[in-house]
């Protein structure tokens, strides 16, 4: 079973830029007004249409699963503000946090042990 979700976003273009440049997702333009940005497995829908008449706004944290946590980590630490940085979780994870443009929380994440 696959996931996607959809999240309103303040501007397309930005949006766009953001997860390309920084977190070296893929984008497409999808229906109208709208971007999915994929990267693996992972695919995350964006619309600037005002669907939910709220601004953009998830009460929780997307947690993304990558292959290497450390590599990822360091391959975009400069390119954007760390929401909590790269520790080893309780819970058996190895992760860190960035907040993408339009203020949704990003954890990348990775069982610890590798697996």
Avoid: H
Avoid at 15 to 30: C, D, H, K, P, W
Avoid at 88 to 107: I, Q, T
Wanted: aromatic share 14%; hydrophobic share 40%; charged share 20%.
């Amino acid at each position: 079973m696959s996931l996607s979700i959809l999240l309103r976003c303040f501007d397309i273009e930005q949006t766009r830029n953001f997860y390309e440049s920084v977190l070296g997702f893929s984008t497409a333009s999808t229906a109208g007004s709208t971007i999915t940005v994929s990267k693996n497995r992972a695919r995350l829908i964006f619309t600037d249409r005002d669907l939910w008449r709220t601004n953009p706004i998830i009460s929780g944290t997307i947690y993304l699963t990558v292959a290497d946590v450390d590599w990822y980590f360091f391959a975009i630490k400069d390119k954007t503000s760390i929401a909590w940085p790269l520790q080893d979780m309780p819970y058996g994870s190895r992760e860190f946090s960035v907040a993408d443009c339009n203020g949704y929380l990003l954890a990348f994440q990775q069982a610890l042990g590798g697996q």
